[in-house]
């Protein structure tokens, strides 16, 4: 979110001192050996077994995390709501709209009015059943004036209304054909109609919370059956917020946790090399950004920002940083494997002449710039800065870097530093990932670029109906945002993470990473 999904590791938090300082040395030792190719296979399907506590180590939690899901900014809390509680619209491992507690959906034409049947005969923590209203009332809480990430998503939608106890309908401002996408949304949960307690959330997901401890630790317990087959398969879930990726992969290694999410790309042969373990890579839209304020000088001036896309080196990032776990990137944030991807779009290489080129029209000769970074933002990104920082002084650039606590940046960093490393964690289509990130009034517009003819094209592309012109509007729309925008995005950044063979059933994903942040409900304990 992550939205930019988005808290610290404290290595006291699952691991005590010279467990954590044996974990450092785990990279230094991973640096040296040659990358090997790596093939993201799911396990091999076997049938899962009931019962286990399955334990997690997670990258993207903090102090100020919430359980309310109008807050969610980092990955811990999205995982989280999902192990309580059930979305709308789930996306499957291809990619695709998939019921979850709305199901059976229907359009008129044009796609302004829709039709949702709500699943029957599914029941809340506290023994309440699932209706309508509470539909209603989840998808409301990010409506209107709420601070919501998807409010700017949901802004179309006219009105919400009760056909019966199990549908409802939504109507439109305009047309939207990928609506059942939008409603995927990891920010819409469902909890009771009126409810507030996000202290002691109510859902109607595979477990129920027992202990939680913001950017710390968070324990449920499955309670019931689980309503969907095959799933919900472990007593309990551990997670632990650990965001320093050594200690991490310490926790990992030392058998303190059964998962882990972000590797780093350093370590990913090492991992590969144990006996006990398995990797899992999925190729997605995930992708590094240094974020630039478009109204803060001197970024307010577009010549700057491209000197500093000219001045960035993003092979050397790709192939030392990543270790080739990911693909250079063209500064829009829509991904090769999208069908609305434009390969025509020239390709901002490293030029240091050019960089200083742009420099002179905008009357810096001497720039001086201060990146803020934290590898909160995406793993190696304080690597990353460097190389960066090296490659400007080539341009002329004079790069400082201002290293962050991991805990609190999305808060008091994120947004708030006029040029700062962040990420996305892409979406499953085009229009969701430019209309929160690239609207106008969208709140997770973290460049603060602002273009109505922009805004224009977006809503014109989500009612034109032939492809072929649907294609080359998204096209523009992306020759826009890396022409004059303010993301300045290096890489995309390939998932990585690794488990325990004892751990059964994960799997490459399309979306996120431990498998839409569904992996507590999915996988199984051998």
């Known amino acids: 979110m992550w939205k930019p999904n988005r808290g610290i590791g404290r290595p006291e938090a699952g691991l ?17 050996l040659s990358t090997l190719p790596l093939i993201g296979h799911a396990q091999a399907a076997t049938m899962p077994t009931q019962g286990g506590h399955l334990r997690l180590g997670m990258s993207g939690g903090s ?60 029941t809340f923590s506290n023994g309440k059943t699932l209706d309508a209203d509470d539909i209603i009332y989840s998808i409301n809480l990010h409506r209107g004036k709420s601070a919501s990430p998807a409010a700017s998503q949901l802004a179309p939608i006219n009105a919400i209304t009760k056909l019966s106890a199990n549908q409802i309908r939504i109507q439109l401002s305009s047309g939207n054909a990928d609506l059942p996408f939008i409603l995927s949304d990891y920010h819409l949960l469902a909890v009771p109609n009126g409810f507030t307690d996000w202290n002691n959330p109510i859902g109607t997901g595979a477990f129920v919370l027992e202990h ?23 007593d309990s879930v551990e997670t632990l917020t650990i965001n320093d990726v050594s200690a991490r992969t310490a926790a990992l290694l030392s058998g303190q946790v059964d998962v882990i999410n972000r590797l780093d790309a350093r370590t990913v042969n090492l991992l590969k090399r144990r006996a006990k373990f398995h990797v899992i890579q999925s190729a997605a839209g995930q992708h590094g950004v240094f974020v630039m304020n478009c109204t803060d000088s001197p970024y307010s001036d577009n010549n700057v920002r491209m000197a500093l896309k000219y001045g960035i080196d993003r092979k050397q990032i790709v192939d030392t940083v990543l270790k080739g776990y990911g693909h250079i990137g063209n500064d829009q944030p829509i991904p ?22 742009y420099l002179n029209k905008a009357g810096q000769t001497n720039l001086k710039v201060e990146l803020a970074v ?13 190389l960066f920082q090296q490659a400007a002084s080539a341009a002329g650039i004079s790069l400082s870097i201002k290293q962050q606590p991991a805990d609190g940046y999305w808060d008091n960093v994120w947004m708030k530093a006029p040029f700062c490393a962040s990420y996305w964690g892409g979406r499953p289509t085009a229009d969701q990932m430019l209309t929160l990130a690239y609207k106008s009034n969208a709140p997770w517009n973290d460049t603060f670029w602002k273009v109505p003819e ?67 409900e999915r996988v199984w304990l051998s």
């Not at 005590?16 to 991973?30: E, H, Y």
């Not at 102090?63 to 999902?82: A, E, F, K, R």
């Not at 090769?336 to 080129?357: I, R």
Request: glycine share 8%; hydrophobic share 40%; proline share 5%.
């Open 212 to 234: 939680y401890e913001a950017g710390v630790r968070c324990i449920v317990k499955k309670m019931r059956p689980y309503w969907k087959a095959g799933r919900g398969n472990v």
């Open 63 to 122: 102090t100020t995390d919430s359980l309310n899901p109008t807050t969610y900014l980092q990955w811990v809390p999205v995982n989280l709501g999902y192990q309580i509680m059930n979305g709308m619209v789930e996306i499957d491992d291809n990619n695709k709209a998939t019921p979850e507690l709305l199901m059976n959906w229907e359009s008129k034409p044009g796609a302004t009015d829709w039709v949702f049947d709500v699943r029957r005969d599914i």
């Open 336 to 357: 090769v494997t999208n069908e609305f991807y434009d390969a025509s779009l020239p390709q901002h290489s490293y030029d240091p002449d050019k960089a200083k080129f």
């Open 454 to 520: 922009f805004d224009k094209l977006l809503l014109a592309a989500r009612v034109e109906l032939d492809q072929s012109k649907r294609k080359e509007m998204y096209g523009q729309m992306q020759s826009m945002i890396s022409s004059t925008g303010g993301a300045l995005i290096p890489m995309f950044i390939d998932y990585l993470e690794a488990g325990s063979n004892k751990v059964q059933g994960m799997k490459p994903n399309p979306y996120f990473d431990f498998m839409g942040q569904r992996i507590s």
């Open 16 to 32: 005590d001192r010279r467990q954590f300082l044996a974990a450092a040395g785990i990279a230094g030792a991973a640096a040296g």
């Open 374 to 386: 934290s590898d909160v933002a995406f793993t190696g990104a304080t690597d990353s800065a460097v």
